[in-house]
């Protein structure tokens, strides 16, 4: 049987640069940075007090207090991203549908980063009994399953936990399950807060994070910058969009994914670049159709200059007149939702034309020597994206997508 197009008819986005598509979109291509100082999280402790917060988002606009009870923030951004897609979409749900729709997402912690309060009330309070919510609310497919139960979809539902690959994991899978018939709709993406101070000191641990912001590959990068927000695509058939007359952003075409089989935190270009040829592979791409690629680009020591080597292995000579760029640098590293906000961004830049810019750039890194798009987003119009994502533990994904034209 012929393997069915994908489309993609709906998108939903809750980040720091926007907490809607025409926001989202409007400050991306702008090159306009959204790391301040963090509010949410007393850091006079911290050794970094710069991050990528959601502001303005007020969760009672979204929903009333009992369910307020039993929605933990990351599964908040999670729903409101689902319902701009599904609005975006302009979907009538019947029985049918609901039975025939998936809902796939990613996230890296679920509610673990957010769960200090309940923590201090145990461990320095004393406090005997926990509320009964708490394993409830803090699950990884909370957001799933509330998704699940706002649209009364029934189809298959679960998240996946690969760290900052499970959005792009979770897309690639939504994707898969619509190409090989096992569903006819999907609802896809991810959600991450790591806003807890016992997170936040984790982070510090590890030495990574940037004290003031996010130069992905520049000489003078000092690692990257912790981001939250939510990001939902909604997938059909190319048969489905064309039936009801749906709008169509972009066409998902290959996923491919990787293990480096190596190290927890110490990359290798050669997984990154099997994730890549796979994802070109499994979208019956060639390397030269490639016109823009998103980068994991974290802006640190490790992952620039293996990333660089990663697309030099795969584009050859080519890899000089690719354009690249990092949006971490605007919307910060939104760990197990950075797949799907990214998504976003190379899905916008397919449909716009409008390639968004790396912010913040000073000097290229003299080993990253591609063409990262420094601060100013870039007119022109490529036929086909790749979106990377590269995971702690090894573990990576690559999304294809494809322009579309009418």
């Not at 697309?311 to 760990?335: E, N, W």
Request: hydrophobic share 40%; proline share 3%.
């Amino acid at each position: 049987m012929d393997q069915r197009r994908v489309v993609i008819t709906g998108i939903g986005i809750v980040s720091a640069p926007g907490n809607n598509c025409e926001e989202f979109s409007q400050n991306l291509f702008a090159g306009k940075s959204a790391i301040k100082e963090i509010t949410s999280v007393d850091t006079s402790t911290i050794r970094f007090k710069k991050a990528a917060e959601v502001r303005g988002f007020d969760p009672q606009e979204h929903f009333d207090d009992a369910k307020l009870m039993v929605l933990m923030r990351f599964a908040q951004f999670a729903v409101v991203a689902a319902r701009q897609a599904v609005s975006d979409a302009s979907v009538e749900w019947t029985e049918e549908l609901r039975e025939r729709t998936a809902i796939i997402t990613g996230a890296g912690s679920g509610g673990l980063a957010n769960l200090d309060f309940e923590y201090h009330e145990l461990y320095a309070l004393n406090r005997i009994r926990p509320r009964p919510l708490m394993v409830a609310k803090a699950m990884s497919n909370a957001g799933a399953s509330h998704i699940s139960m706002e649209f009364g979809i029934t189809g298959p539902t679960y998240t996946i936990t690969t760290a900052c690959s499970s959005a792009s994991h979770a897309i690639g899978q939504a994707f898969w399950h619509v190409r090989q018939g096992l569903v006819d709709m999907a609802l896809t993406g991810g959600s991450e807060t790591p806003f807890g101070f016992a997170n936040l000191k984790a982070w510090e641990g590890m030495r990574v994070v940037s004290p003031d912001t996010c130069r992905p590959f520049c000489r003078d990068r000092s690692g990257m910058i912790l981001g939250e927000g939510g990001a939902m695509l909604f997938l059909e058939t190319l048969e489905s969009a064309r039936k009801r007359g749906a709008e169509i952003y972009a066409e998902i075409v290959g996923f491919g994914m990787s293990a480096d089989a190596n190290h927890l935190t110490q990359p290798l270009a050669k997984g990154a670049s099997k994730a890549m040829k796979d994802a070109l592979r499994d979208g019956g791409l060639e390397p030269e159709e490639i016109g823009y690629i998103n980068a994991h680009g974290t802006a640190t020591q490790a992952n620039d200059v293996m990333e660089t080597e990663a697309i030099r292995q795969v584009f050859g000579d080519q890899a000089k007149r690719l354009a690249v760029s990092s949006t971490k640098s605007m919307h910060g590293h939104t760990l197990g939702a950075a797949g799907a906000i990214e998504a976003v961004a190379t899905v916008l830049a397919l449909k716009n034309g409008v390639l968004p810019p790396t912010a913040n750039f000073t000097e290229a890194d003299p080993e990253c020597d591609l063409d990262y798009i420094p601060n100013e987003a870039r007119e022109v119009k490529v036929e086909a994206a790749l979106s990377n994502s590269f995971a702690f533990g090894g573990l990576n994904a690559t999304l294809a997508f494809k322009r579309w034209k009418n």
